[in-house]
């Protein structure tokens, strides 16, 4: 090796440790880049996990929610059952209860006349 020749690769030494320099600092950039992108990536897949459970409470919730709405609509069907019969229930006991009040204002009606003949032979004992 000639010395012109030496010298010509000695004089592109610092332009390639220049070139390593830049090299290593792109690197180490990239390297930040990555981690920042890594610790975003464990931030999303954390918040994914958060969301999923979120989104799990909100089907759990919703199964309640929909089981609680067939509970009343069958506690509706049984009320409106009842209230059929209560109200078939009426319609033949009205009729009854109606005799009943009228039987109770003859037997009160009698019940006067009884006690005012009572008294009139009360006065009619007491004058013999």
Not at 97 to 115: F, G, N, P, Q
Request: glycine residues 4%; charged residues 30%.
């Amino acid at each position: 090796m000639t010395f012109g020749r030496i010298l010509a690769n000695w004089i592109k030494i610092p332009n390639i440790l220049e070139a390593c320099a830049r090299l290593d600092k792109t690197l180490s950039d990239e390297k930040e880049a990555l981690n920042k992108l890594y610790e975003e990536t464990l931030h999303q897949q954390k918040r994914a996990h958060e969301n999923k459970e979120c989104a799990d409470d909100w089907v759990t919730s919703r199964d309640k929610i929909l089981e609680m709405i067939d509970i009343c609509e069958g506690s509706r069907k049984s009320l409106q059952k009842s209230a059929g019969d209560v109200t078939y229930l009426y319609g033949l006991l009205e009729p009854r209860a109606t005799r009943l009040v009228a039987e109770i204002d003859t037997l009160e009606s009698l019940l006067s006349k009884r006690s005012g003949y009572m008294d009139t032979l009360a006065k009619l004992i007491q004058k013999l």
